[in-house]
C-alpha cells in the first residue's frame, strides 16, 4: 500500500487527486504530503506498541511542518525536539508541554530555560556538564527538572555512518558503564533540582533489522533494572526513534515485528515506555514535485535538469540516498539512462543518478518519491534558491502547510553595512 500511486490513465495520484493538478496550481518545486498516509502511520505505530505502557513522540527533526505536527497531535502524538525552535513549534501546533522530551547533545542555556519554564515533560541529557547546566537553571528558575539520562550502548545499528549514533566512538550518550550511569543517575535522585525521569536511547537512523533495536534494549532494560535495584525510581525507558523505511518501493512500513519485539522485551516489566520515530511516520507519505527545464546529452550521458536541487532536497548529494523518481504522466517506457540533476553549480547536486527513464522533455513534470522526511526541514537557499512550499493533501483537499519563500524575503532578512 502506497499513499502515492498511479491510476490506469498512468497519472500520479495522492489519494484521488493528480499531482500534476496540483504541481499546476502551485508551481514546482513542491513538498506534497499525504495526510491519511501520515495519519495510518502513526496510528499504526501507536497500534503496534500499545501492548505495553508508553507514549509516541514523533520526532520534528524528520518533518516540522507545523500542520504536519498539528495533524499528528490530534492524533494523540508528543513531540520528540532538539532545539528551541522545535520547541516553539510543538506548542504552536497544540502538544501540550508534557508531551515533548527534548533530546540532543548541546543544549544553550536559554533553550533550557525556554524548556524548563514551559513545564517540559522530560530532558534527555547527555553528559555531567549538561547535568551542572539544568541543575543550575531549575534552581534559578525554582522549578524541579524531569530528566533522563541518554546512554551510549555501544550497538552498531548498520546504517549510513553519518546517520549512526549508537557506537562509542560518537559524540552522543553517556557512556555505558554501569558505575559512571549509576553514579550521574545518583546525583539525579539527590539534586533536589531534578525529578529523575529514567534512561533513553538512540542508535541512529533507517535502522534495517531488529537486531541491533534488541541488544540496545536490553542494554537499556538491564540498566534501568540494575538502578531499581539501587533503590532509586526509574519510571521511563526512552527508545528513541530510528525504524527504517523501504525506499525501494515506498511502501507502507509494518511494524508489527517491531511492536512483538518491543512486548517481548519490556511487557510485564513495570518502565514507562517513549518511543520517538520521525522516518517511520513520514517518509513515504510525502513527494517533491519538480519540472524539466532542460534535457541535456552530455558525451555519454544524458542529463535531466529539473527546477529542484539539493538545496530543497540534501539526502541523495549527503548520503548517497536512493530516492525513486516518477514521471507524473505515464510516458511510455523506459529509453535509456539517465542522471536526473539540479541547476546548482555542482557536481553533487543530484537527485538521482544512472536511472532508467523515459524520453522527457522541457516542461514535464517528475515526482521525487519518498521525501516526506528530512526533505524540506534540510532545505537552504543556496546558490539564492528559495526553498520549495509544502503543501498537504487531506480528505482529497490541498492545504498550504508552508508557501515557497521569495528571493525578497531572503533578501529581506539581510543588510549592508554603512561602510
Ligand atoms: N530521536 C533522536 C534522539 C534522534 O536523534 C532521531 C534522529 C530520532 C529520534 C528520529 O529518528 P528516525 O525515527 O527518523 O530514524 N537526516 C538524516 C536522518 C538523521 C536522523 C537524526 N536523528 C537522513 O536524512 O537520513
Redesign the pocket.
Known amino acids: 500500500m502506497c499513499a502515492f500511486h498511479r491510476n490506469t490513465n498512468g497519472h500520479m495520484l495522492v489519494d484521488s487527486k493528480p499531482l500534476a493538478e496540483i504541481a499546476d496550481r502551485f508551481g514546482t518545486p513542491l513538498y506534497v504530503y499525504s495526510g491519511n498516509g501520515i495519519r495510518d502511520s502513526f496510528n499504526r505505530f501507536k497500534s503496534a506498541v500499545s501492548q505495553v505502557p508508553g507514549k509516541v513522540?514523533f520526532?520534528l527533526?524528520?518533518n516540522s511542518a507545523l500542520g504536519v505536527i498539528a495533524l499528528l497531535a490530534r492524533n494523540g502524538s508528543g513531540a520528540?525536539i532538539?532545539s528551541g525552535g522545535e520547541l516553539e513549534r510543538a506548542l504552536m501546533a497544540g502538544i501540550a508541554p508534557a508531551d515533548i522530551?527534548f533530546?540532543?547533545v548541546g543544549k544553550s542555556r536559554n533553550e533550557i530555560a525556554q524548556a524548563l519554564s514551559t513545564g517540559i515533560g522530560q530532558i534527555?541529557a547527555e553528559s555531567p556538564a549538561e547535568l551542572d547546566s539544568i541543575s543550575s537553571i531549575a534552581n534559578e528558575l525554582s522549578v524541579i527538572a524531569p530528566v533522563a539520562l541518554?546512554v551510549n550502548v555501544d550497538v552498531d545499528p548498520d546504517t549510513?555512518v553519518?546517520?549512526s549514533?549508537g557506537q562509542r566512538s560518537t559524540k552522543?550518550g553517556i557512556s555505558n558503564n554501569k558505575h559512571e550511569v549509576a553514579n550521574l543517575y545518583r546525583r539525579l535522585h539527590d539534586d533536589p533540582n531534578f525529578a529523575p525521569a529514567g534512561l533513553?536511547v538512540?542508535i541512529?537512523?533507517?535502522?534495517q533489522s531488529l537486531a541491533p533495536f534488541e541488544k540496545a534494549y536490553r542494554a537499556l532494560l538491564n540498566l534501568g533494572q540494575s538502578l531499581r535495584g539501587e533503590g532509586m525510581p526509574v519510571p521511563t525507558l526512552d527508545l528513541?526513534?530510528?525504524?527504517?523505511v523501504s525506499y525501494d518501493d515506498g511502501s507502507t512500513t509494518d511494524f508489527t515485528d517491531y511492536g512483538a519485539l518491543v512486548q517481548r522485551i519490556f511487557k510485564g516489566k513495570g518502565f514507562k515506555l517513549g518511543f520517538?520515530?520521525?522516518?517511520?511516520?513520514?517518509?513515504n507519505n510525502g513527494v517533491l514535485l519538480s519540472e524539466v527545464i532542460f534535457v541535456k546529452h552530455g558525451d555519454n550521458k544524458r542529463f535531466i535538469i529539473v527546477d529542484a536541487a539539493m538545496n530543497d532536497l540534501?539526502?541523495p548529494t549527503?548520503?548517497e540516498?536512493h530516492h525513486n523518481i516518477e514521471p507524473l504522466n505515464d510516458l511510455g517506457p523506459a529509453t535509456g539512462f539517465a542522471d536526473i540533476v539540479g541547476p546548482i553549480c555542482e557536481t553533487g547536486d543530484y537527485l538521482g543518478k544512472q536511472r532508467k527513464m523515459p524520453d522527457l522533455n522541457t516542461g514535464d513534470r517528475i515526482a521525487v518519491m519518498s521525501a516526506g522526511?528530512?526533505?524540506a526541514?534540510?532545505a537552504s537557499s543556496y546558490n539564492t534558491r528559495p526553498p520549495a512550499g509544502e503543501v498537504l493533501v487531506l480528505n482529497s483537499e490541498v492545504h498550504v502547510l508552508r508557501h515557497k519563500r521569495s528571493v525578497k524575503s531572503l533578501l529581506d532578512e539581510e543588510s549592508i553595512p554603512n561602510f
Request: glycine share 18%; net charge positive; aromatic share 8%.
Open positions: 513522540y520526532a527533526k524528520a520528540d532538539v522530551v533530546s540532543g534527555n541518554r549510513h553519518k546517520i549514533t552522543f533513553a538512540h541512529g537512523s533507517q535502522i528513541g526513534g530510528g525504524v527504517g520517538e520515530p520521525g522516518r517511520a511516520i513520514v517518509a540534501l539526502r549527503l548520503y540516498a522526511a528530512y526533505g526541514v534540510m
